[in-house]
């Protein structure tokens, strides 16, 4: 049985995204730069939603890394229902249902598998008990009105352990939890 890693970028006020922010929210730096194309390296099955295979694929090549290469020709399967292609070498459109195809490659992946993004599918990944490591990249800025994505909103409630936590760059925090499967405290 292989692992499921969901891997988010989010700012402290729990933003997935901002209209007016680049990308990494504009804090990219060397030991961040390290831990984007060290995770990359390694063997793994990404799981993509629609919409960020489409952002991905889609930037233009002056946006375009060393990483973003690397995501190209990782194995990867977008879960779409209304997809019918894919640019990108090594991608393969999975229309059926998510839970039920994810934990057949759970069963079945020599790999382990990660998300990257793909909020959707990572709260319903969450949602369902899946998940074995949530890794949440802390952005030192509140993004404030102009956040999209908020990462939280309707996530279901899970109490997790901290597995890991480590400064990057001296200002970003990468924290890893374990989903324990226990209730969350109550008053």
Request: net charge negative; proline share 6%; hydrophobic share 40%.
């Amino acid at each position: 049985m292989q692992t499921l890693t969901i891997d988010v970028f989010v700012s402290v006020d729990g933003w997935a995204g901002s209209a007016t922010s680049p990308g990494y929210f504009g804090y990219l730096g060397p030991e961040l730069q390290e831990w984007v194309h060290a995770e990359s390296a390694l063997p793994q099955l990404v799981i993509l939603g629609r919409r960020t295979y489409e952002a991905l694929a889609g930037l233009p090549g002056e946006a375009r890394d060393g990483s973003t290469q690397r995501l190209a020709e990782m194995n990867k399967v977008v879960f779409s229902t209304t997809l019918e292609s894919t640019a990108w070498p090594n991608t393969r459109i999975c229309h059926d249902d998510l839970i039920g195809e994810v934990t057949r490659l759970l069963r079945d992946s020599d790999v382990p598998l990660r998300t990257m993004g793909s909020l959707s599918v990572a709260r319903q990944l969450l949602a369902a008990g899946l998940v074995d490591r949530l890794r949440l990249m802390t952005f030192p800025l509140l993004v404030g009105p102009s956040g999209r994505e908020p990462f939280f909103a309707d996530a279901a409630s899970a109490d997790l352990e901290l597995v890991s936590h480590r400064a990057l760059d001296g200002r970003v925090l990468l924290i890893e939890y374990r989903p324990t499967g226990d209730d969350i405290p109550r008053a």
